[in-house]
């Protein structure tokens, strides 16, 4: 017999208060009844995605669900569950309510999991241990949004009658969305792209969260998005603010691509771009990587989105390549800290740096009286001391003109362009793509922590802004001829 599942969800106070509608599966195992099973443990699998421009299809929901629930001490488990399918309609979020004995618990989840398309190296079953979970691989044939494999994973500790908790749902997978665009010296060219090819997309992964290698062997295909019948490539805008997923060329899903050492081998990610430039097909390789990049360069990791601006250029069939990743997580309905003014702030790097305060840069420019040939650079120090855990991104409007830098001020350190708060302040240095053309050409540059602008050029006490620009988010810089 089947049974259909109807679920009626509520936000996560309100499963708790009015008590949660407790449905059974042909495929539960449920605790021991014990005089130790004293606590009631209500929890939520969720996996809403904190920032919803992300998520497109049905990478916010799932079909099915195994379920776990494991004695940290002892491992031993005290509930499990399969659910199969869920109808008539796939969910973002499950409820479930159960009696526990008082101690720590670990939650397991794995969404998606009842899928033709996947080979798991043990099968899914409500018998397996927590060390036989951390131990399982995946193999999928095909990745599309509608059956990407999810993790959920997380310590609760059970010291009252009534536990409350929330268990996100981490994608094992990373998603790649290609926008191309043309460089201005193409301008007058009809450059039209027919294939976009994702080489070393990889198909197996381990499914566990807290160790990013990859299985061994790894399994790699090369996929291809053909275009047929496509438009012109536009020119690179100025502000990249409107570049959203349902805009992107192509899309790729890839389970996580790590890199040895942050150097490139044979297995690394990149991409091919076949484009008619005025009837004449050319081939463009780049890899996924941004040249300021220091972290996990040339890899992918798992449940993140990764905004990947491709421009093909002139002379030379030249191919610029801008990577962004952002993290494809989950919003946790418990945490509501937001940023306030006094968590963060940006300075000149050192109190004085030139290009920071006039907001000027030059390319090429002179250095204790010796022209050099290359960009000065505006040069700043950031810190975000709170909340705990924020990540901060900085943007440039114009990522065909600007740059960011890669080497510190000071020999062997790095500049960033994103970070995490911490109390030591971070370098964030911005220069010139090319040299100077007779055209004045300028840039913002801001920064965000979930999304949100920071007031990085407020007013001062005496209603002048420490940096240029017009408003408190945003600082204007521009490149200029060395006089």
């Known amino acids: 017999m089947k049974l259909n599942i109807k679920y009626r969800f509520y936000c996560l106070q309100l499963f708790v208060a009015s008590f949660l509608l407790y449905s059974c599966s042909e495929n539960e195992t449920p605790i021991s009844e014990t005089t130790n099973d004293q606590a009631r443990l209500s929890f939520l699998i969720k996996t809403a ?153 990889v198909l197996n992964t381990n499914c566990v969260l807290e160790d990013v290698s990859m299985p061994a062997p790894i399994t790699l295909r090369n996929a291809n998005h053909l275009i047929l019948g496509g438009d012109g490539l536009q020119l690179m805008p100025s502000d990249l603010s409107g570049i959203t997923p349902d805009k992107a060329h192509a899309s790729f899903y890839t389970y996580r691509n790590m890199a040895p050492n942050g150097k490139e081998d044979a297995s690394a990610p990149y991409l091919l771009i076949t484009a008619s430039l005025d009837g004449t097909n050319r081939t463009y390789k780049g890899y996924l990587t941004d040249q300021g990049q220091t972290i996990n360069k040339y890899s992918l990791l798992h449940n993140t989105v990764y905004r990947v601006i491709a421009m093909l250029d002139h002379p030379d069939n030249y191919l610029t390549i801008k990577t962004t990743p952002y993290p494809w997580e989950v919003a946790y309905s418990e945490i509501g800290q937001a940023v306030t003014d006094g968590d963060y702030q940006l300075q000149p790097y050192n109190g004085s740096d030139t290009g920071a305060t006039t907001g000027i840069v030059q390319f090429p420019y002179i250095k204790n009286g010796e022209a050099r040939d290359e960009t000065s650079y505006a040069s700043y120090n950031f810190s975000l001391t709170a909340p705990a855990g924020a990540v901060w991104t900085a943007t440039l409007t114009n990522g065909l003109d600007f740059t960011f830098g890669s080497n510190g001020s000071v020999d062997g350190t790095q500049t960033v362009s994103k970070g995490i708060a911490r109390k030591e302040p971070y370098e964030i240095k911005i220069g010139a793509t090319k040299p100077w053309s007779g055209t004045s050409k300028s840039t913002y540059f801001y920064i965000t922590v979930g999304g949100v602008k920071l007031k990085i050029n407020p007013k001062q006490s005496n209603d002048a802004r420490q940096f240029p620009g017009d408003n408190d988010t945003d600082i204007l810089i521009r490149q200029t001829e060395y006089k």
Not at 57 to 79: T, V
Not at 107 to 112: E, G, L, P, Q
Request: hydrophobic residues 35%; aromatic residues 8%; negative net charge.
């Open 49 to 201: 995605s904190a920032d919803k421009v992300l998520v497109t299809g049905d990478e916010g929901s799932f079909s099915s669900l195994a379920l776990y629930i494991f004695n940290k001490e002892s491992q031993q488990r005290e509930y499990s569950e399969l659910i199969p399918e869920f109808t008539p309609q796939k969910l973002q979020e499950y409820s479930r309510s159960v009696n526990v004995s008082p101690q720590t618990k670990i939650i397991y989840a794995i969404a998606n999991y009842n899928d033709p398309d996947k080979v798991f190296s043990t099968p899914v079953t409500t018998d397996l241990t927590l060390q036989q979970l951390e131990n399982l691989t995946a193999t999928s044939n095909t990745l599309t949004d509608s059956n990407l494999l999810m993790i959920g994973k997380k310590e609760v500790q059970v010291n009252s009658a009534n536990v409350v908790a929330e268990v996100p749902l981490e994608r094992l997978v990373a998603r790649v969305d290609i926008y191309m665009f043309k460089n201005q010296e193409l301008a007058s060219s009809n450059v039209v792209v027919t294939s976009i090819k994702l080489i070393n997309q």
